[in-house]
């Protein structure tokens, strides 16, 4: 698979079969994920990487969270600026409409939008997962740099014939996926990432999420005008 293939094909995947990732290909992925750019070569990221008894034992216990209505963890980094601006608002909203509209769930049915994000505490039935740490300590740029890892290794998961899921949504229950993991106390959870093979029975690819067009996003200064 080239570099093309792999960045248009990696897509968030919300549906996995139970076959076992090999951990040869995790130990692949993340040895080769690790020349990702840093700056200063820091390094920031720290990944914990849990499968059979551990993962089976975070998703009992999210799921018992989810299941007895317990609140979320305090935050401890803010996901989206409280009052978020077009155009990225407009994204935003318009990649709920088409999330939750391939479930063929209505935008005022919050119980049943809730009902589908609390797959997110099971990892979407994935064998593997990630779960991704940084320094407190540090600052926007080595979060960055963080986002760069983490993409790198979407992108060699699927040279190993393997998707990913990225999830935010595993910082809210920060404290659950610590009592697993033992992390130290000087590191923060940003998100965890399901990892495994696509499940196409019984759950149909999702539509891909548009892009907006280049001009949108993209200025060339040049001498061609």
Same mark, same amino acid.
């Given at each position: 698979?080239?570099?093309?293939?792999?960045?248009?094909?990696?897509?968030?995947?919300?549906?996995?079969?139970?076959?076992?990732?090999?951990?040869?290909? !995790?130990?692949?992925?993340?040895? *080769?994920? &690790?020349? $990702?750019?840093?700056?200063?070569? /820091?390094?920031?990221?720290? &990944?914990?990487?849990?499968? %059979?008894?551990?993962? *089976?034992?975070?998703?009992?216990?999210?799921?018992?969270?989810?299941?007895? %209505?317990?609140?979320?963890?305090?935050?401890?980094?803010?996901?989206?600026?409280?009052?978020?601006?077009?155009?990225?608002?407009?994204?935003?909203? $318009?990649?709920?409409?088409?999330?939750?509209?391939? !479930? %063929?769930?209505?935008?005022?049915?919050?119980?049943?939008?809730?009902?589908?994000?609390?797959?997110?505490?099971?990892?979407?039935g994935a064998p593997a997962a990630l779960f991704c740490y940084i320094d407190r300590d540090l600052g926007p740029a080595q979060w960055s740099d963080v986002g760069m890892y983490l993409q790198t290794?979407?992108?060699? /998961?699927?040279?190993? %014939?393997?998707?990913?899921?990225?999830?935010?949504?595993?910082?809210?229950?920060?404290? =659950?996926?610590?009592?697993?993991?033992?992390?130290? $106390?000087? /590191?923060? /959870?940003?998100?965890?990432?399901?990892?495994?093979?696509?499940?196409? =029975?019984?759950?149909?690819? $999702?539509?891909?999420?548009?892009? *907006?067009?280049?001009?949108?996003?993209? =200025?060339?200064?040049?001498? !061609?005008?």
């Amino acid at each position: 698979m080239d570099v093309y293939e792999a960045v248009t094909s990696r897509r968030a995947v919300r549906g996995f079969t139970d076959r076992q990732v090999p951990r040869e290909s !995790l130990e692949r992925t993340l040895s *080769a994920a &690790a020349w $990702a750019p840093s700056a200063s070569n /820091l390094q920031p990221w720290n &990944a914990y990487v849990l499968t %059979g008894g551990p993962l *089976a034992e975070l998703k009992k216990r999210a799921g018992e969270r989810v299941a007895a %209505g317990d609140p979320w963890d305090e935050p401890e980094y803010e996901q989206y600026p409280p009052a978020l601006k077009s155009p990225y608002h407009d994204r935003r909203s $318009a990649f709920g409409e088409q999330r939750y509209g391939a !479930l %063929g769930i209505p935008r005022e049915d919050l119980e049943a939008r809730q009902r589908a994000a609390s797959a997110n505490w099971d990892c979407f039935g994935a064998p593997a997962a990630l779960f991704c740490y940084i320094d407190r300590d540090l600052g926007p740029a080595q979060w960055s740099d963080v986002g760069m890892y983490l993409q790198t290794v979407m992108l060699l /998961l699927r040279a190993e %014939g393997l998707h990913s899921c990225t999830q935010m949504a595993w910082a809210k229950y920060h404290r =659950t996926v610590a009592e697993v993991v033992s992390p130290p $106390a000087e /590191l923060l /959870l940003f998100c965890g990432m399901s990892i495994g093979f696509e499940d196409t =029975t019984t759950t149909p690819p $999702a539509p891909r999420t548009g892009r *907006a067009p280049l001009t949108e996003t993209v =200025t060339f200064v040049d001498d !061609l005008e």
